[in-house]
């Protein structure tokens, strides 16, 4: 806001409180009829201006105008005589305050709080409880004085009424704002100067002040339009129409406006008596109308009162996605089912539905999608189970399906496969078809073990990640041995988090043999975890719970630097050559921390080896996860000088297209291939294939797993230069591996292996 343009106001302020004490100071009424005409038509070129400067918009402008025109207008007319003599002056000053009221609400409409509906009943309050007080006080006082019965006085009656709203409306701009800036003071004193002046000439009408008190009530209006004009030229004035960002409810000051105008015509019905039948009627209807018209108000508001509680239960009750009842109200139904009881041949039945795989959705089409894919689901959920059936949203991609009528065990189970039907049909999203499946846990309720509507739904969670576990879109369901599982889980689970701490984990290496000399060109350090109760726990059971839970991450910093502290030690002992390897597997987890490169090279740094001595080993899961993530990490890697070995090669799905996108430099044929290749032409055939399009890419190649003499020689036969497994040593502790290396190394090479340099590539 620049300061220039607010200036402008400030000068119009001064003009008009100069032109004010002029108009005061003033003994001849001429002079005073002129400022006044002056000061209501200066409002025109200034709201142009306004329009140029401020950008108002053209309604309140004209309105605004209209205003000015429309009392100069009356002002013409009557005269020095009262208003209410000619009932064109009148029907003027009635046209000029509804071009008030319409300015006003022009100007604020945007800005008014919530249902405007309630604010016209209110100003309908005000202004029926000013019209009654008009008519009491101003038009039977008018009446009596000068027995003046005419269309103009009754008319007159209205003026009063008509700027109440003025009042109301002005309170309403007041009270409903959390900030009020410059502007928005000035419309108020611009009103409150206009509403004094009419007070003063109702009184002087009313007879209750004499005629010479118009001499200040003039300057009050000049007052009005100066202060009004300033308004207008102010900067803030845009702020006026600017919705409010929480409309305040229904404010206490409005409250006191409206008991107010139901109050005070009370009151002057009480004081005063009517007149004559004419005015006795008057009186009687317009308090017929206001109750009326209050009885409607107080109706409404009661109504909208209990409406806006309905949709705040509704809100607490339902999901607002989906529209489906939540977890509150399917844990209510579930504790209502268990404190009946049933009949013998009822299964009541919960189903628990997951959808697989559902972040895949989320990350892949956006969070647009995935919200349209739970609304069909949701849809589709409901029209697939009885209409006595509850159907929940718990969270996320998770329903609840509380079937408390099944008739029997195998109708559930006809439900449950009735639920997993319903992703057989692909989900017609805005982006296209998507096929989405889903993994059911069945809970059957049982109504004499003591289990709560909690326990009910975590055993069907239970079920439901059985289901995942066998490979996800089936349905699993529950028993108590999974209960067991889940405890036995959360038991590794908690241990785990203080096994690294409690000094239970510690590496185990097997050798890798290179096949060409003979030599233990490397180790693998492998995992073990030794329990306090003396109880090993396999790395295929705690690896994957320490990388749900995380644990894995420093479990596997640590593993990085004691793996690497060991070969830097065999090295120094002369156990191994200077140039064998440490291959350390790494989890997907540890891969896509960033800071992972970081760690990498402090174990680098602190254990002192160089980091073409190292091999990280990796599987596919993460590069068709998150293939960007993967990617740039495996970059920082190579820079660092360290190579990547991708573990267990060909059990996943694209590893050829990974080989050809990620910087890798060695495969790793997996277990189950090496396993067959001596047996199964399938097996031999794809090793052969794995090892040929090794060897075009120019990667390094290790065979896992090696049992027999016979693998090991056809794997050498078929270009294979490396190998490890328990036919070359089972993995040993550390201080093992001296005399492991050893007896290797008088092995030389395996009795009967003949190696095999030239094999075919293809
Ligand atoms: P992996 O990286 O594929 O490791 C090879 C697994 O095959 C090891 O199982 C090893 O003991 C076993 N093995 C070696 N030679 C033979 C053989 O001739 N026959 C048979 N049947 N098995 C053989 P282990 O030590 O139980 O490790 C299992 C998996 O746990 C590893 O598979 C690896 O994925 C993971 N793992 C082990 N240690 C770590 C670790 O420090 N960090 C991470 N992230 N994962 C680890
Ligand atoms: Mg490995
Ligand atoms: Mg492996």
Known sequence: MSKEPARLSWVYLVIGVALTAAGLAASDATIRDGVYVVAALQVIPTLLIARRLRNVSWRPIILF??????????????????????????????????????????????????????????????????????????????????????????????????SSVVLFLTVVLLLNRHQRPPAIWMVATALAFNMSGDMTYAMIDAHHLGPGADRFALPMYVMAYFVASAAFLHPSIHELGRPQPSPKPDSIGRLLVTTTSLLLPVVVLAATSPNDPTDRIVRFASALVLSAVVTLRVVTAVRSNSKAQAELLHGAQTDPLTGLPNRVVMLQKINELLRTSWDSDKHPTLFFVDLDRFKNINDSLGHAAGDEVLVTVARRLVNAVPADAVVARLSGDEYVVLDAHAKSQGAAMASAERLLA???????????????????????????????????????????????????????????????????????????????????????????????????????????????????????????IAEDTGTIVPIGSWALLDALTQLRRWIDEGVCSPSATMSVNVSPRQLSDTNFPAIVSEALTRSGVSPQLLWLEITESIMISEPELALATLRRLRSLGV???????????????????????????????????????????????????????????????????????????????KAQGFLISHPVPADAMRSTVAALERLGQFPGLRVNTNAPVN
């Open 422 to 544: 319903v992703f057989r049909e692909p989900l017609a999203l805005s982006q296209g078809d998507v096929f989405v499946t889903a993994s059911v846990g069945v809970a059957a309720i049982n109504p004499t073990a003591s289990t709560t509507a909690e326990d009910l739904v975590r055993h069907a969670d239970t079920a439901m990640y059985r289901a995942k576990d066998a490979g996800r879109n089936c349905l699993a369901v529950y028993d108590e041995s999974m209960h067991e599982r889940v405890a036995h889980r959360l038991a590794v689970e908690t241990a785990l988090y203080r096994a690294l701490d409690r000094r239970e984990l510690r590496l185990f290496h097997q050798p890798i043999l290179d096949l060409q000399s003979g030599d233990v060109v490397g180790f693998e350090a492998l995992m073990r975890w030794q329990q306090a109760d003396g109880t090993i726990v396999s790395p295929a059971e705690f690896i994957p």
């Open 65 to 162: 105008s209209a205003v000015g025109v429309l009392y100069v207008g009356e002002q013409v007319i009557s005269g020095n005589n009262p208003t209410y003599e000619s009932p064109l002056a009148v029907i003027f000053v009635l046209l000029a305050v509804t071009s008030l009221v319409g300015g006003l609400v022009a100007l604020v409409r945007s800005s008014l709080p919530g249902p405007t509906r309630s604010i016209w009943g209110d100003a309908l309050i005000v202004a029926l409880g000013a019209w009654i007080i008009s008519w009491a006080t101003l038009v039977q006082s008018i009446n009596q004085a000068t027995d003046n019965r005419s269309v103009g006085v009754v008319l007159y009656g209205l003026y009063q009424p008509t």
């Open 643 to 721: 190579r990547v070995a991708l573990d267990d090669f060909g059990t996943g799905y694209s590893s050829l297209s990974l080989l050809q996108k990620f910087p890798l430099q060695r495969i790793k044929i997996d277990r189950a291939f090496v396993h067959g290749v001596a047996d199964n032409p399938n097996d031999r055939s794809l090793v052969r294939t794995i090892i040929a399009m090794g060897r075009s890419l120019g990667l390094d190649m290790v065979a896992e797993g090696v049992e027999s003499v016979h693998q090991l020689q056809v794997l050498s036969d078929l270009g294979c230069t």
